[in-house]
């Protein structure tokens, strides 16, 4: 516990770069932390910077829903972003934020220890799966990894924006239902 104390308390205090000078809150992860599942997203939104809680304003509702679908939820698995502080206007975070977080998300990752990873959206996607990842085409592909399965399905935000994306999202959850039988995953 004393590691992960002192990683929030490194994140709570840096200043790496200037998306710490606008933040409410810096946003650090939720959940359980020797999951077996880990979800990672891009970075707060208003909400979440306001709660200092990932994935609590709209987005984070739908993501509940689309966890319970395959009988999961907060007390189940870890929820982190690749940015810690939120972006103006909820824009995506640049590659100087993503570099200046992205040794606290692998050190997350190093505790967590997590079986499988799903990356929510293409910012995500690009920083865990692999760089230049066409969502469209890749959401729901499997690959492991340092013995860690990783996938990325559609962020829940375009989910909102684009309903019609919610069918291939429901067989990427079903795919991750799976995954989690085949490793034998804890929930």
Known sequence: MERWDALEAKCRDCQACPLSQ????????????????MLIGEGPGMQEDLQGEPFVGPAGKLLDDMLSIIDLNRSNVYIANIVKCRPPNNRDPMEEEQDACIGYLKEQIQLVQPKIIVAL??????????????????????????????????????????????PETFDDLLSIREKIREVGARI
């Open 22 to 37: 606008r933040r409410t809150n810096m946003v650090f992860g939720v959940g359980r932390k020797d999951a077996d599942i």
């Open 121 to 166: 959206g293409r910012i995500a996607g690009a920083r865990i799966q692999h760089p230049g990842i066409r969502i469209t085409r890749e959401h729901g592909m499997w690959a492991c990894r340092n013995g860690i399965w990783h996938t990325t399905i559609y962020h829940p935000s375009a989910l909102l924006r684009k309903p019609e994306l919610r």
